[in-house]
């Protein structure tokens, strides 16, 4: 039988990268418990405030006993350990203003510093990078292709999200869309539109995007030809274009994400099926 695996997983050490990056000999199951422990603790303090984050990456570097520098030597020299994420902020969790965005930055890095320096006892030295994307006022634009059409509405965050490949964003709004109680063929609709017109634009400047995957389970809202005592769990699968999972060559993103309702858990699960453009560009070219 087939057995289903992650694709990212898959494929590292071909076309995919370790989100963390370091090695040790005789620390490795401290360093694990404490990557997962940061991990845990910035997705939680980003769900509680409705946060949107993206992919999270830790490196560190090794600790030394002692290093000399001009001559003196300095023991127990901390490790330094790094981490960066990309978030998206609701228009709602912050103002317009640029020094309350700016104030409302430092908070949230002041509190992601204090939770790290109390947890490990100040055992690392840490950096913290954070790439917030603040949404704007409208997040819906119009664009009408001829005379005849009527006038669609895409949803503009979407289509930066289908751009960068990111499957964190949108399954993270897909499971926040559920939790709104909005219907699973209303959110398929509006990706589908949003993909359509990235291909008819031929916008994908960065990485060409050949196809889209989502494959939800759990109890959604109810349809107007289904019966309302029908509380059954059912799974749905919608696809544009191509993924061709078992080709290893092939870049695809993968991400799953949990949508909490009243009905009970739905599971999402994303892929996306990309090329970069570098890429292409040179089989083109032959060079």
């Not at 980003?46 to 570097?61: A, F, H, T, V």
């Not at 005849?148 to 499971?175: G, P, R, T, Y």
Request: aromatic share 12%.
């Amino acid at each position: 039988m087939g057995q289903k695996v992650n694709p990212i997983s898959l494929r590292i050490g071909v076309n995919q990268l370790w989100d963390s990056r370091w090695s040790h000999d005789k620390k490795y199951t401290k360093y694990l418990e404490q990557d997962l422990s940061i991990r845990s603790f910035i997705e939680d303090l980003c769900n509680y405030q409705e946060i949107l984050i993206g992919k999270l990456s830790i490196w560190r570097s090794c600790s030394m006993d002692s290093l000399t520098i001009d001559f003196k030597e300095v023991k127990n020299v901390k490790p330094n350990l790094f981490i960066y994420f990309q978030m998206y902020v609701p228009y709602k969790t912050y103002s317009n203003n640029k020094e309350q965005k700016q104030e409302w930055l430092i908070n949230l890095e002041n509190t992601i510093y204090n939770y790290l320096e109390d947890r490990f006892r100040n055992s690392f030295t840490l950096s913290l990078l954070i790439d917030p994307i603040f949404e704007e006022s409208s997040t819906d634009f119009k664009r009408t292709k001829q005379k005849n059409e009527i006038d669609s509405v895409f949803n503009n965050d979407i289509v930066k999200w289908l751009l960068n490949k990111d499957c964190l964003m949108i399954s993270q709004w897909i499971a926040n869309e559920f939790q709104k109680r909005k219907g699973l063929k209303e959110v398929c609709k509006t990706i589908e539109k949003c993909f359509d017109y990235i291909k008819a634009e031929g916008i994908d400047l960065k990485y060409r995007l050949d196809g889209i995957k989502i494959t939800c389970s759990g109890r959604f809202k109810m349809t107007d030809n289904e019966k309302r005592r029908n509380k059954m769990a059912r799974i749905k699968t919608f696809k544009k274009g191509q993924i061709p999972l078992q080709t290893l060559s092939k870049y695809i993103n993968y991400h799953m994400a949990t949508a909490y309702t009243p009905d009970g858990t739905s599971g999402i699960k994303i892929w996306i099926s990309y090329e970069p453009r570098e890429i292409l560009d040179v089989g083109l070219t032959g060079e």
